[in-house]
């Protein structure tokens, strides 16, 4: 739940929460894949290692700054999504969007800033 309320919090995320909401996608049901395992079934080899690493250093906090970055690079192709299969799959196939490990640093590191101010 504090996840979802943070995501529906955050301007940028609008438009594709609200698609999701439209699609009846529950969120909780989608990510919390992702923070069991602490991203690394989710994210390519070196993203989820580099989330780790701050991880320790910041705290647990870096997961929900992570699954933000994530949702933020997910947005636009969520936004175009007309099934909810489709979410399912953006949200699962994360490969391509956080790729570049250092882009998805930056982001999560600028959430994490923002939700620990």
Known sequence: ????TLA?????????IKRLDALEAE??????????????????????LRVWDFLFFHGPSLLLATGLAV??????????????????????????VTADADSLVRLTLRYLRAITA
């Not at 739940?1 to 979802?4: D, I, L, M």
């Not at 529906?8 to 438009?15: F, I, N, T």
């Open 71 to 96: 949702l933020e690079l997910t947005a636009p192709t969520l936004e175009r999504c007309a099934h909810l299969e489709q979410v399912y799959e953006v949200l699962k196939d994360l490969n391509e």
């Open 8 to 16: 529906r919090a955050q301007p940028q995320l609008s438009r594709a």
């Open 1 to 4: 739940a504090a996840f979802e």
């Open 27 to 48: 969120l909780p049901l989608i990510t919390t894949s992702w923070f069991m395992a602490l991203f690394t079934t989710a994210l390519p080899a070196e993203a989820a």
